[in-house]
């Protein structure tokens, strides 16, 4: 997979080549460049926002710069070549979730458009729309200063689902949400720690009875944490122990 960020600073993607992530670049398995907007700025201040139309707090991004940038680094999609998926963090976003992670996993080239201030002028993503998907993505209920790091959560969401790049891939198969609940805790040794003791079942070796104690536990924290999942879950979801619980 082939990855572009656009941004007024880059530093703040440098994260990505750490870890799981730098090794999976390493390997070849993505490639991830990262573009500073304001190379396409041609004033000696290198501006690339301006005040809102209709007044208003803060700054908005201009358009003329980022129409540039996106031509550029978008570049001529070859006729036949489906176009990048161009994806816009912002807070009045479509909810990121990890069944996203799983359709951009499928995607094979991935631009994201970093803003910051007020946004960036709506024309910018009306325009792009009509040579390219573009979806605006928010990470969760809450506004931070820019795209930046709503960037690194989706590429990291997405880039572990990808072939080879997690160790062992049946993690991501165990995710939470991958069968909509939330994931029940975790233990490892040592058996007691400070006066707590792992739960017995998880010693048992009965394969059985800890797949049914994990299920009771993901579907306890899923109902105290997010009724909501539990709410969407298909009728057929739940079995007859699962209703039992
Ligand atoms: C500037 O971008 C944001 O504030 C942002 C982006 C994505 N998700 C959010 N919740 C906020």
Same mark, same amino acid.
């Given at each position: 997979? %082939? ?19 730098? %090794? ?115 990470? *969760? ?25 997690? *160790? ?48 009771? %536990? ?7 944490? %997010? ?19």
């Amino acid at each position: 997979m %082939r990855i572009d960020v656009v941004t007024i600073f880059p530093g703040y993607l440098a994260p990505l080549r750490e870890a799981l992530l730098g %090794r999976a670049i390493d390997a070849g398995l993505i490639s991830v460049a990262v573009h500073d907007l304001r190379t396409w700025t041609h004033d000696v201040h290198q501006a690339v926002d301006d005040a809102p139309y209709g007044g208003g707090p803060g700054m908005v991004m201009r358009p003329q710069v980022w129409g540039e940038a996106l031509d550029a680094v978008v570049g001529d999609v070859p006729s036949g070549e489906a176009p990048p998926r161009l994806i816009v963090p912002t807070p009045a976003g479509r909810p990121f979730t990890q069944a996203m992670a799983h359709e951009y996993a499928a995607e094979s080239r991935l631009v994201f458009a970093c803003g910051r201030y007020e946004g960036i002028d709506q024309r910018v993503i009306d325009d792009a729309a009509t040579w390219m998907p573009v979806d605006e993505v928010s990470i *969760g209920d809450y506004v931070l200063v820019g795209g930046e790091v709503a960037v690194l959560a989706i590429v990291e969401a997405v880039a572990r689902l990808l072939p080879g790049v997690l *160790g062992n891939p049946a993690s991501a198969e165990q995710d939470s949400f991958s069968d909509g609940l939330l994931e029940g805790p975790a233990y490892t040794r040592p058996e007691t720690w400070r006066g707590r003791a792992v739960p017995d079942v998880l010693r048992s070796g009965n394969h059985g009875a800890i797949a049914r104690w994990r299920r009771d %536990r993901a579907l306890e924290r899923t109902a105290a944490r %997010r009724p909501d999942l539990l709410a969407a879950l298909p009728p057929t979801a739940l079995d007859r122990a699962d209703r039992a619980l």
